[in-house]
């Protein structure tokens, strides 16, 4: 469910390749399943209808910035500005239903902004040649900036059904998340191992100028990649949005690490080339699981930090001691 | 290479020369004695947050208040940093403000700020918060254990109301270093076992409206039978409310919810019925309050207390409901 | 000549050396690109303050230089060994946790033992910090982004725990306290966190350009290959640098929480990203091999003075987001632009568009 750049691509063909591919994955079911059993003996409600669709649909929200920053980082980069465009698109979208327009228009003016801040991260990090992570994490503060200063510092309430719908509706008793991830994540999996594009993608993460040499439109590729990204903020400002009935220049804030969490706990390696679809949904699940779990336990916020962070350390310590040339680890990232 | 490390010093040089050439000219001006006469009076008031509408409440009321008596009026905004509030804070007092107004971010980083104000004899009143123990001239503060208080009062009283089938509330915090916010749910969670009922979910939403959501939803998944929940701040009850409704349930006939300090956002909720009750808190009075203590400072005159001892001035809380959430709209 | 960019140049190179590769980096150290690499930020800066009377007019004042002087310091502390990591191709995302993990349990150790311990515990926290960083680092081999990014949740974490009845603060009866004095005091006018601020970077530029261990430092930073090659330890050097980081922490959180009296595990919330914006700003390539301290020291003062005028000159909030992020990316374009195409191994497609290029800054 990993695809490697061209060069390993060869290897990668190989069946033997492609089930140690699979089992890539596989460490992630292990704590996943011992939390899963140790939170059913630990409460009674763990495994109800109602508590596993909850964590489900938490995994599915973001699971698809997830999905786009793996695309991200498989490309060697980060977009940190991905909070901020959540706080944007909900307080444009959801000031653009106080202002009578109908709800559809307002939710594509919405993503149409998320797009926009991903062209914008995509043009200075192609055309101005600024870093990724610090371009990024410039707009963050800028487009945070931006949401603050268009609401005024003033919640934009709505009580509209369509957007409701987004969050909340089931399609065939399917909550909606669920299907958006699901569609997300069938469009993500085939653009990763069926397109070319995908391909360029890890040819860039792998090595840019060997990219760029071989005549890859790399700055074309990366700009569509941070697009990619700031629509998938969009929808997911669209989705919190949808939950709490309102926008604001306060949501948002520090989402940009969780996006970041899921993908990195998902065994997408930082140093780029490569990208787990399986192992981001997979990551999200993870993450949800076990917030849903200190929740359950009544456990105080400060030790869902610590969890969180030692998984982080575990599981890169993990994926670092899998590859065989430990040293590489220290070259990059 | 041996000139960069000359010209770093160099750089420090030339600013520490211009520092302690600049030094001597100021002396002259520390010490400003108090009871100015009003005309050339200035106010500074650094404020928490303006992003949250609560303190631009704050800010209006006290603005208004220094304005009609014809005095200036200097702001600063601490944006929710501690270092910014120390920064900020003292360097209004160095620009020569005659009182400072204070509703500080972290109460405990007062200390240094009221050390300044008392060496410059400029009185320091604090708005709303905390006092931090710092020797402040007066502090006009919210009665948050008394709001607590009302909630579960109410909360106990709608339940009974909706024939609410078991005990068992939810009790969502602020983040865990508002120790003053803090005093709202203790408050409630006191009362409310008072009257029998069980605190079965209590967690921390960092005061943010996502966090809560998330919380709301994993705490029916718990104990689908809750009856009720309070909140320590309206962003959060609010998300708790959209919880309940995306769960299936009734905010108000189902599970009672009920929030703090009248946010419009509640106020909104509890006119269309998505919302039980919420505690206004009055910022604006709080703002004037503050105003007419400093000008009892100012005139050197004694200043009138609600708690002689603690130099407290309360300000009522009002619990919100839909009877009269009319007056609390607009 | 004044450059403390770029790898110290072989000793020849200080005069055109027949090998056209030296030749070339001769040049390039004394263009005008050169010198705006390590002064640049310096200028942008000086410029601010000559025309800071005339966005403010309170900003000219001894008290409030003292105030953005006092108030920078502890970022700027941080900033220095940033630098050194940056140089070195890595970097400390958890910083923000270490000074709000270190601020706690300073006060701890200060209500405990009064100011020795709190100097004492500060320190060897902050070292500790540095050494979990450095052993995830090299001996577990975790990639530093990562390993230091898991840290942040840790450290803030288990200051969440020490402080979860309630921040820790200092009593006002402590006013008089020494302890008080790191963070308030004034020396010939001069406030001393910022005379400490100015004593690391002097440490830390001893430590690069006088020692083999600072000369290793660049030399990896610049290319891992050549410098394993050389028998560089990379482990030993990436080791020191996460520690001196640490270190570096547990000085800054001695002249911040003196100044603010209180912390928990929300203090400074994204601090790593003002410090590494901040090294960023001043010049130093997150390519590494190439750095200025010079310059990390002007941007820390740059962004102190910046917001000092937007704070003192009423404006909102948010414009002042907008504006230091506008910055930002402004600093980082040119830069940009200018080593565009300087990845290794693009020389062959450089040198043609450099040339054109070569009076532009």
Redesign the interface.
């Known amino acids: 469910m990993t695809t490697a750049a061209p060069e390993r691509g060869a290897r990668a063909a190989a069946p033997r390749a492609r089930l140690s591919r699979a089992i890539e994955s596989a460490p992630l079911a292990v704590p996943l399943v011992l939390i899963a059993v140790v939170l059913t003996v630990a409460t009674d409600r763990f495994l109800s209808v109602d508590n596993l669709t909850n964590v489900v649909v938490a995994a599915g929200i973001v699971a698809i910035p997830g999905l786009a920053m793996t695309l991200c980082i498989a490309m060697g980069e980060f977009d940190l500005s991905v909070g901020s465009t959540v706080s944007l698109t909900g307080a444009v979208t959801c000031t653009w239903i106080v202002g009578g327009h109908p709800a559809g228009v307002a939710m594509l003016v919405g993503l149409l902004v998320g797009a926009a801040v991903g062209l914008l991260n995509g043009l200075v990090v192609t055309k101005l040649g600024v870093t990724p992570f610090i371009a990024t994490l410039a707009t963050l503060v800028i487009v945070r900036g931006v949401s603050l200063a268009y609401t005024g510092g003033r919640d934009a309430i709505v009580s509209s059904s369509t957007l409701k719908f987004l969050a909340a509706g089931r399609v065939f008793g399917v909550p909606m998340p669920v299907v958006l991830t699901a569609v997300t994540a069938l469009a993500a999996w085939w653009m990763v191992n069926r397109t070319r594009f995908g391909r360029w993608v890890c040819a860039i993460g792998s090595n840019r100028e060997a990219a760029r040499m071989s005549g890859l439109p790399v700055d074309r590729v990366r700009t569509t990649v941070y697009v990619i990204v700031g629509v998938a903020g969009g929808i997911w400002g669209l989705l919190i949005s949808s939950q709490l009935q309102k926008g604001s220049g306060q949501l948002g804030l520090g989402f940009e690490l969780d996006a970041i969490t899921v993908v990195v706990i998902g065994g997408t390696s930082l140093l780029g080339g490569r990208a787990s679809v399986v192992g981001t949904l997979l990551g999200a699940v993870l993450i949800e699981t076990i917030r849903n779990g200190l929740n359950l336990l009544n456990t105080p916020p400060a030790y869902q930090r610590i969890s969180i962070g030692l998984l982080l350390v575990v599981a890169l310590t993990v994926q670092a001691m899998r590859r065989n040339a430990p040293a590489e680890a220290l070259d990059d990232v | 290479m041996k000139r960069t490390n000359l010209s770093t010093l160099a750089v420090a040089g030339v600013l520490a020369l211009g520092l302690s050439a600049c030094s001597d000219s100021t002396t002259a001006e520390g010490g400003k004695p108090s009871g100015k006469a009003s005309g050339d009076v200035t106010v500074g008031f650094s404020v928490y947050d303006m992003q949250y509408e609560f303190f631009q409440k704050m800010e209006k009321g006290t603005r208004e208040a220094v304005e009609a008596k014809g005095w200036k009026f200097k702001l600063h905004d601490e944006k929710s940093d501690e270092n910014e509030m120390v920064t900020g804070a003292q360097a209004l007092l160095d620009q020569g403000v005659d009182v400072l107004i204070i509703s500080p971010f972290k109460p405990d980083a007062l200390g240094p700020i009221v050390a300044k104000a008392k060496q410059k004899n400029i009185p320091v009143i604090i708005d709303d918060i905390g006092g931090g123990g710092t020797p402040y001239d007066a502090i006009v503060i919210s009665d948050n254990a008394d709001g607590g208080k009302q909630a579960a009062d109410y909360l106990a009283q709608q339940v009974a109301a909706n024939g609410g089938k078991s005990k068992k509330v939810v009790s969502i915090t602020c983040e865990p270093s508002a120790v003053y916010a803090a005093r709202r749910n203790q408050a409630f969670d006191q009362q409310i076992k008072d009257k029998g009922f069980q605190v079965v979910t209590e967690l921390s939403g960092n005061s943010k409206a996502e966090e809560a959501y998330k919380i709301m939803k994993d705490a029916l998944a718990k104990d689908p039978d809750v009856v009720g929940v309070f909140a320590c701040n309206d962003p959060m009850g609010v998300a708790a409310a959209n919880a309940i409704k995306d769960a299936g349930k009734d905010p108000v006939k189902g599970i009672v919810t009920v929030g703090f300090n009248a946010d419009p956002e509640a106020i909104t909720a509890i006119g269309k019925g998505g919302l039980s009750a919420t505690i206004a808190q009055d910022p604006a009075g709080m703002g004037a309050k503050t105003v007419e203590l400093a000008a009892q400072a100012l005139n050197g005159g004694k200043l009138t207390y609600d708690d002689e001892s603690k130099r407290e001035v309360f300000q009522k809380v009002t619990l919100v409901t839909k009877d009269n959430v009319a007056q609390f709209a607009g | 000549?004044?450059?403390?960019t770029a790898l110290?140049p072989a000793p020849g190179a200080q005069a055109p050396a027949p090998a056209t590769e030296t030749q070339r980096r001769w040049a390039r150290q004394h263009s005008i690109g050169a010198v705006w690499e390590t002064w640049g930020i310096?200028a942008v800066l000086v410029v601010l303050l000559a025309a800071s009377p005339l966005l403010s007019s309170?900003f000219l004042?001894?008290?409030?230089?003292?105030?953005v002087?006092?108030?920078s310091a502890y970022l700027g502390i941080v900033a220095a060994a940033m630098t050194l990591a940056v140089m070195n191709?890595?970097f400390d995302l958890s910083v923000g946790g270490q000074l709000a993990l270190v601020s706690v349990t300073t006060l701890m150790g200060y209500a405990a033992g009064g100011t020795g311990l709190a100097v004492l515990v500060a320190v060897v926290t902050g070292v500790a910090c540095g050494a979990v960083n450095g052993a995830?680092?090299t001996a577990?081999?975790?990639?530093?982004?990562?390993?230091t990014?898991?840290?942040?949740?840790?450290f803030?974490?288990?200051a969440?725990?020490l402080?979860?009845h309630?921040?820790k603060?200092?009593?006002?009866s402590?006013?008089g306290s020494p302890f008080?004095k790191i963070?308030?005091l004034n020396l010939?006018?001069?406030p001393l966190p910022f005379l400490i601020m100015?004593a690391f970077?002097?440490a830390i530029?001893v430590l690069l350009?006088r020692t083999a261990t600072g000369r290793r430092i660049l030399a990896f930073g610049s290319s891992?290959e050549a410098a394993?090659f050389c028998g560089i330890s990379?482990h030993r050097i990436?080791m020191l640098i996460f520690v001196v980081i640490g270190f570096s922490v547990g000085v800054a959180a001695l002249t911040?929480v003196s100044?603010?009296?209180?912390a928990?595990?929300?203090?400074?919330d994204g601090f790593e990203?003002r410090v590494?914006?901040a090294v960023?700003l001043g010049g130093t390539s997150?390519?590494g091999g190439k750095g200025t301290?010079?310059g990390t020291?002007?941007a820390v003062l740059l962004v102190g003075v910046l917001n000092?005028l937007l704070?003192?000159s009423?404006v909102?909030?948010?414009?002042?987001?907008?504006v230091?992020?506008?910055v930002?990316?402004t600093a980082?374009?040119i830069?940009?632009?200018r080593?565009?195409f300087a990845?290794?191994?693009?020389f062959a497609r450089v040198l043609p568009r450099r040339r054109r290029e070569a009076p532009a800054p």
Not at chain 3, 61 to 67: D, W
Not at chain 3, 169 to 172: H, M, S, V
Not at chain 3, 264 to 268: E, K
């Open positions: 000549m004044t450059s403390d110290p310096t309170d004042t001894v008290a409030n230089l003292q105030s002087l006092r108030e191709d890595t995830l680092v577990m081999r975790v990639p530093p982004f990562v390993a990014l898991g840290m942040l949740f840790v803030r974490g288990v969440y725990v402080t979860q309630g921040p603060a200092l009593p006002y402590e006013i008080v963070g308030g010939a006018g001069i100015v970077y002097g530029w350009r891992p394993r990379v990436r911040y100044r603010v009296w209180t928990d595990g929300a203090a400074q990203l590494i914006a960023v997150l390519k301290l010079i020291f002007s000092d704070v003192s009423g909102d909030a948010s414009y002042q987001r907008i230091l992020g506008c930002l990316i980082l374009a830069d940009g632009l080593t565009r990845a290794p191994g693009s």
